[in-house]
């Protein structure tokens, strides 16, 4: 057996071209043996290509399982045991039959609680508060067990929620302006990182980081004032004592409290806030953990989408809550990807198990959504250990349930590895968007612009991904087929000149509403930054239609404000029988080059309810008045762009059917000959899928997951096709072999230029190779 | 001689249409919202055009809501329309004599008509119906009259606080005890 101590596991695990190692020499040498014995030289896939040509499933698990403990940063099976527990709650719990139950269901790396929402060690600390129930060291034995069993190990650790501090020392509590402690869900009390709390939580990290043998520290509740508060439109400002004495420390000629009435001041204190609450006391956390485990690795709970983007560059991998939609296409994981890292992880939250909410098939589709997107999985445990439960302690029902979800990820994760994504669409995820609506209190908006854009991408088969916006290079842009720019206010003028060099080249741009109307100070421009590239220019933003809720809240957006017809351009045949509408105000353009696509329709009135002007009972219908040109189609050099003067994406947060149908057609008319395409027949938005190459490049790996169950709770329909067509020219495919759920050799057809596999009865989730003639290398 | 909607076709084109499963009305499916080509496979069959059938014994009825602002106008094709209700499969329609603005859709000599009513736009709609096969409904908004309670505010039905009283901010409501119910 390799020896491994605490220290040289670390290390080895820190290194991320060594994510595994063999348990022992007899597997090692069994493996190797099985595998032609090149598996440690050349790409994994590749080397274990058996006598069909393809790499086979079966040799690539068996070398996964025997591999060993299994870094954090590597494996897509974690899990999380949630164990927020209140003082009265007491910890019989078999801990070594539970955590057997875990390395059953397929688990390879646990969560395990340290400090909870409640505020409560659960270890034999000697400078926090212990559970008043804790018998023995939890933590520390959940630890040991985990290691044992062969699961590397994550510290979980509850950084802004903590109850116990703030009851027993009200004066170190986040309060408003009127000194009212802060809490959220009505459950957790909130501690201000500027009180004495924070010296607790790095006295923790020093005890915890030199006692225990793991592997990752997972922060939770780490910047709950900017991520929880600022975002849903409350005040990020703690008004305790210890705040107001260090700030007015720091700034003494600007008293605290009377500085926010002006924008400035209230930026200054918002800076200074986050500086201190996330940034440097982050810097302070991994200063301490590293100073006893220097490699042990660090996340948090949130994404690119939470934080910003130096936060981001400290930690080890990117982790976010999913971002789930109706048709079940892990929207999150595609938004993760897009900061170009190796490394992205995903929950997946279940339920209570003594609840029996829903059977195991639910989160089986979510855990796949995260897979066909190449995330890793994690499966968020409810509250599965629980003193006295089911016998031992624990629900057996959760685990079996979690046995489930893992029933296609911990047979088929061997094959991803590696994989990099076959590249055709990108949406460009502009941060410097996101903030400025940040600014304006609209933090939301962003996400539904781009939510709705890679979901109604996704529909149109081709590959999707998200480029973030300090990925905008000439190199990287030309790698794709088209770029979408949804509502993306925001473009700096070298990112508008490297968008407008790709598409003189021959791309195909396709952008909507105030698309650069900003510049990257935020200055407003008289008219887009890619005027020229749309063929249009910008006249003005017409309001007056707008309804801001004033009768309901929640019809705000999904009120109808806007109509468009078709101008009879082919591009528009599908819409050509009536109007369609939507929310929001929509851009007066000027027509330059562009050919008109669609023109707006005005509606009927202006909604006037204090007047008594209205119709029927919603929105004003379409009226008898044009409003100029809507959608521009120009040809641009050698390339094309499609402009839409309406929020189209943005709306999507209410699914009208029109823009469903209507986004994935667009881009199969701009872009008739994808790279690759993956269709359901007859179509359905529940079917979806993604191409990424294998390691070696020698084979284009497919997943394909019909989501359908998720949607319906639990009951599955089968769709009858789905059609796989690739480009020819540019991936010479000479055989397709599917490797789940059964292994079979696929036959391949040529059409017109492009090669297809068509599979009759898909499984609910399958992985399929294609194999390349002609090997795409990095 | 079939005829499906308001267009006649020959035997022959009729037979034809029914065999290949194409769209009877002579439309491009192509240049439909694909909703409209679903519900439109739904349709396509056979109906005796002339065999009117009961509001009560009919399990197609079909209601145009018709709330009118008093600043909309009447340029509506009611011919095509009707055939397209008809086409779409309605055996009973219904149609508005009085909607929520309180405004009557007939000439009526007792009722307020729309401002805006050219003609008999009400007993029109029946006409075509009944010529297109349909039984007619007639649908009259009873306590929805936002007309009477503006010109006669002591017609309104309101609270303790001689608030008047409306629905979803649009609708008011008069009191059938005053003299809205006796037609004075």
Known sequence: ?778 | MGQLGNRRLSRRNFLLSKTTGSSATGRDDATLHPAAVAGQAQTRMPRNARAIVAPNKTYSSMEWEFHTPPEEGFNINLKAAMAAAHDSGVQALMLYSQDHWGYAFYTSDVGVRHPRLADDFFGTEVRLAREEGMSAICYYSLQYNNQVVFNHPDWAWVDEQGVEQRRRMRWYLPCLDSPLASGR
Not at chain 1, 15 to 43: C, Q
Not at chain 1, 160 to 185: C, T
Not at chain 1, 320 to 349: K, N
Not at chain 1, 611 to 627: A, I, K, L, Y
Request: charged share 25%.
């Open chain 1, 1 to 778: 057996m390799l020896k491994i101590t605490s220290r040289g596991l670390s290390k080895i695990m820190s290194h991320e071209k060594i994510s595994i190692f063999m348990s022992d020499r007899r597997t090692f040498l069994k493996v190797a043996g099985s595998s032609a014995g090149a598996a440690v030289l050349l790409p994994r896939t590749a080397a274990l290509a058996s006598d069909t040509g393809y790499p086979n499933l079966a040799q690539l698990r068996a070398r996964h399982e025997s591999a060993g403990i299994r870094s954090p940063l590597k494996t897509y099976r974690m899990m999380e045991w949630e164990a927020h527990t209140p003082p009265e709650e007491h910890f019989n719990i078999n801990l070594e039959a539970a955590t057997r139950a875990a390395k059953d269901s397929g688990a390879e790396s646990m969560m395990f609680y340290s400090q909870d929402h409640w505020g409560y060690a659960y270890y034999l600390s000697d400078v926090a508060v212990r559970h008043p129930h804790l018998d023995r060291d939890i933590f520390g034995t959940e630890v040991s067990l985990a290691r044992k069993l062969g699961m590397s190990v994550v510290c979980y650790f509850s950084l802004q929620f903590n109850n116990q501090i703030v009851l027993s020392h009200p004066d170190y509590a986040w309060v408003n302006e009127q000194g009212e402690l802060q809490r959220w869900d009505a459950r957790w009390y909130i501690p201000c990182l500027d009180s004495p709390y924070r010296q607790y939580v790095l006295g923790m990290m020093n005890e915890i980081f030199s006692r225990y043998e793991v592997d990752e520290l997972f922060l939770d509740i780490f910047g709950i004032q900017f991520v929880g508060f600022n975002t849903s439109g409350r005040s990020p400002f703690c008004f305790c004592k210890h705040t107001e004495e260090a700030w007015n420390k720091d700034h003494p000629d600007d008293p605290y409290g009377e500085g926010f009435k002006t924008p400035e001041g209230w930026e200054r204190r918002y800076k200074w806030h986050q500086q201190r609450s996330m940034t440097d006391i982050l810097n302070e956390i991994i200063a301490a953990a590293r100073s006893q485990r220097p490699n042990v690795l660090i996340s948090l709970n949130g994404g690119p989408e939470s934080f910003p983007d130096d936060i981001m560059q400290k930690v080890s991998f990117i982790y976010a809550e999913p971002i789930t939609t109706t048709t079940g296409i892990s929207i999150g994981s595609i938004l993760m990807r897009g900061w170009g890292r190796p490394d992205y992880q995903a929950g997946v939250f279940s339920k209570q198990g003594y609840l029996d909410l829903y059977p195991g098939s639910i989160p089986r589709v979510k855990a796949d959504a995260l897979i066909v997107q190449n995330a890793r999985t994690f499966i968020v445990g409810n509250a599965p250990i629980i003193s006295d439960l089911d016998g031992q302690g624990f629900s057996k029902r959760w685990f079996a349930v979690a046995k489930e979800t893992w029933a296609d990820v911990r047979n088929v994760d061997s094959l991803l590895e590696g994989i990099r994504p076959v590249l055709s669409t990108a949406m460009l995820y502009s941060a410097s968007t996101r903030a400025a609506l940040d600014a304006q209190k609209r933090p939301v908006d962003f996400r539904h612009s781009t939510v709705g854009a890679l979901e109604t991408l996704t529909y149109a088969g081709r590959p999707v991904e998200s480029l973030a916006e300090f990925r905008l290079t000439p190199e990287e842009l030309g790698r794709f087929e088209a770029l979408v720019l949804p509502e993306v206010e925001v473009l700096s003028d070298a990112q508008a000149e490297v968008i407008r060099t790709w598409v003189k080249g021959g791309g195909t741009l396709v952008a909507s509403y105030k698309c650069g109307l900003l510049d990257e100070k935020r200055q407003a421009r008289s008219n887009f930054a890619l005027a020229d590239v749309f063929g249009v220019d910008y006249e003005s933003d017409e309001r007056k239609y707008v309804r801001e809720g004033r009768e309901n809240p929640a019809w705000a957006g999904a009120y109808t404000s806007t109509y468009l017809e078709s101008a009879g351009s082919p591009l528009a045949k599908m819409l050509a029988v009536s109007t369609v509408g939507l929310a929001g105000s929509f851009l007066r353009l000027k027509r330059t080059t562009g050919e008109e696509v669609m023109r707006y329709r005005l509606p009927f009135m202006v909604e006037d309810m204090e007047h008594n002007h209205w119709f029927n009972w919603g929105s004003p219908p379409p009226g008898t008045e044009t409003g100029g040109t809507a959608v521009a189609y120009n040809r641009f050099g050698k390339g094309q762009s499609l402009y839409l003067g309406v929020p189209i994406f943005w709306a999507m947060q209410w699914r009208p059917f029109w823009i469903r149908a209507w986004v994935p057609e667009l881009m199969r008319q701009l872009v008739k000959e994808p790279i690759a395409e993956l269709r359901p027949e007859p179509f359905t938005e529940y079917l979806h899928g993604t191409f990424f190459y294998d390691e070696s490049g020698e084979y284009v790996l497919v997943q394909f997951l019909n989501a359908v169950e998720a949607a319906m709770e639990g009951e599955y329909r089968g769709i009858p096709r789905v059609r796989i067509g690739v480009d020819g020219k540019r991936l010479k495919v000479t055989g397709a072999r599917m490797v789940w759920p059964k292994d079979e050799d696929l036959e391949i057809h040529s059409r017109g230029g492009r090669t297809e596999v068509v599979l009759q009865n898909p499984p609910r989730y399958g992985a399929l190779f294609l194999k390349l003639g002609e090997p795409v290398r990095p």
